[in-house]
């Protein structure tokens, strides 16, 4: 799927800024960078040239050059950094400062400077990504959307679970002491099976699991080896596809089926008071850095331990990576049209994870959370 | 998912047979080649340096670092390049010549630099890749297995059609000569009705669809837009998924429903006899792109161009990226352990795509094709 190329007026900017005479992207086509200047995915290397306000691309010969509304999309078979090189000759700069992200591949960074030019390094294009256009914003919440209801397919079947007897160990269950595990349409309910139920929500839903769905069963399964699902254990949920246009998604919910409320039930108030914090210090010019330390320092209000069991992962920037600008450990200041990954979380070596994450976009008047998805433990709740 | 570290013993030898005192890649920790060498995905930048025959990870604070076997793996801040470069000092190497592969970030390559370190690139990490050893080959093999349920879904679906108006123009369809449509389940079947079944499909077998998911209705929808599938034309089917332990499966049929026996039965005849071409081409000692060329040239054969009309894109290596080596347009010899995809095709512009893509594992006793999926245009008869 396509949207439309993006950054040409930020990069020009930065040329113009620092009296350079283009820039230079090289990189794989499925890469975020690639996705944003171009606005497809493409399946090969790709050199991206930017130069007298124009965008070039050269793409190998394996692939058919599409069409796109950029000034020039051409086969060049050398190595992406010749062909960048190439493209600058040919377009009136034979020579001077060429822009690169800083994580350029040395070897074409090595080609355009044999080629003469000098290399410098700019986070233009992560500026400008951090800050979502109307449609970008669209994009996300589309995501988040199809999201919602890939968590919510995990609550619908975990509301609809029975208890029963463990008859993966063979040895009869409840009679020797093995905890009862919990039955979703006539079989035990596996992390992984509830996994594949998530994603195959998610596909319905026109979105891509992105490899990101996990299921986590109290203190069971980091591993990644799949485990049957108990009572009273709280099971955190957690997705974060890509959209048709490639923006991500992140939701992460947490429950529990006959709770017994212990452990679970403090972490989850102090998570859902965490998250709330992000709705009064999400404003355009707040500092990016405390609200990710206020979302900790909430957290460890309701007693638990900053060092040990409140998450360092509190969330940053997401669009078309799942990570990306602004960080929320940094000293940036938030912008309105930035979108945000926000978590609270708190694990414990006896009880597990309880965890909340949303997705948040910073506007004129204030953050506003995207989707609607329910925040409490009880999955027939939702 | 995890599945072990490889690819030490590789680096250890191409950092001997160039006197260097060690090996770094940085990247990003979803990064086929990072996922190759630790054996599991992370969710961050990553610097990894092999030095005195041992593996060293170095990950930022916002995640935690994972239990593996290798010899440490720690929390570092700094730049990838400068940690890394510490590592080095810390374990004897304080300068001389460091390994990278050939992209590794500039920036990494920088600091490198200036901590004293020669970089030299390096392909022993890419070598090693394209020779899967049995656990690799399974994982290919699991991930195609679930591939070909995908495509199965897909010619269910098809079977099941009927004709119907196509109601989406408004204009009440056949009266006005519009052709027909397929109908499944009720309604018109389109690309993106058809795409999301086999991406539920995909989840529901345990494996991610990676956006690699692509429905090809005759000379219609290139440009991503839905379009509803008509009686008569080929419907290419081509899905790419990624395993849980992040090996790709590639498989494409063509299904046509009503044909009518013209151009699309001459294109698939050709691309079967194509497809057969690779398992008499295929053996270890073979040229990998004498089979690419042959291929090729047993689909023009039938009568196409292979200036307009046979595919390119034939194929290569397939792993952890659903594009690796070898490529099948070099002079790179086959070995036992490659796994390739093979790919023919056929494009007219006023008939659409004919094409057949599978997975190939290249044995000591000879090629072996993953999978059964049936080759035929008729999806009855999948």
């Known amino acids: 799927m396509r949207s439309g190329p993006r950054g040409g007026d930020a990069i020009d900017a930065a040329v113009s800024a620092r009296d350079a005479v283009g820039f230079v992207a090289v990189s794989s086509g499925s890469d975020p960078t690639s996705r944003y200047l171009t606005g497809r995915e493409f399946d090969c290397d790709l050199a991206y040239v930017r130069v007298d306000g124009e965008t070039h691309l050269r793409v190998p010969s394996t692939v058919e050059p599409p069409a796109l509304s950029v000034a020039s999309v051409r086969v060049d078979d050398r190595p992406p950094g010749k062909a960048a090189a190439a493209v600058l000759a040919e377009h009136g700069a034979p020579g001077g400062t060429v822009l690169a992200p800083r994580t350029v591949p040395h070897d074409a960074a090595l080609h355009l400077e044999s080629a003469g030019y000098d290399l410098a390094s700019t986070a233009a294009v992560e500026a400008a990504r951090a800050v979502k256009d109307a449609a970008e914003r669209d994009a996300v919440e589309a995501t988040q959307r199809a999201a919602t209801r890939g968590v919510g397919r995990a609550a619908a079947i975990l509301a609809s679970t029975v208890e029963g007897a463990d008859e993966g160990d063979g040895d009869g269950g409840d009679g020797d002491g093995e905890p009862p595990v919990l039955h979703w349409d006539g079989a035990p309910l596996s992390t992984e099976r509830l996994r594949r139920q998530v994603n195959a929500r998610l596909a319905a839903e026109g979105v891509d699991s992105a490899g990101a769905t996990a299921v986590r069963a109290g ?37 529990v089926v006959d709770p017994d409320g212990g452990w679970e039930r403090r972490a989850h108030v102090a998570c859902d008071a965490a998250r709330k914090v992000s709705l009064v210090e999400a404003d355009p010019g707040d500092d990016a850095g ?20 409140v998450t360092r992962d509190v969330g940053g920037g997401i669009g078309l990576a799942a990570r990306e600008d602004p960080p929320l450990d940094g000293d940036c200041e938030l912008v309105a049209g930035n979108v945000l990954r926000v978590r609270a979380a708190v694990t414990h070596p006896d009880h597990g994870r309880v965890e909340l994450t949303d997705v948040l976009v910073v506007g004129d008047d204030g953050p506003r959370l995207l989707g609607d998805a329910p925040t409490g433990l009880d999955p027939s709740r939702w």
Request: no cysteine.
């Open 219 to 255: 203190t069971r399964g980091d591993a990644g080896e799949p485990v049957e699902l108990r009572p009273g254990e709280p099971i955190v949920v957690s997705v974060g596809p890509r959209g048709p246009t490639g923006y991500r998604g992140a939701l992460a919910r947490t429950f």
């Open 290 to 309: 405390f609200l990710g330390s206020e979302l900790r320092a909430e957290t460890a209000a309701f007693g638990f331990s900053m060092a040990d069991e």
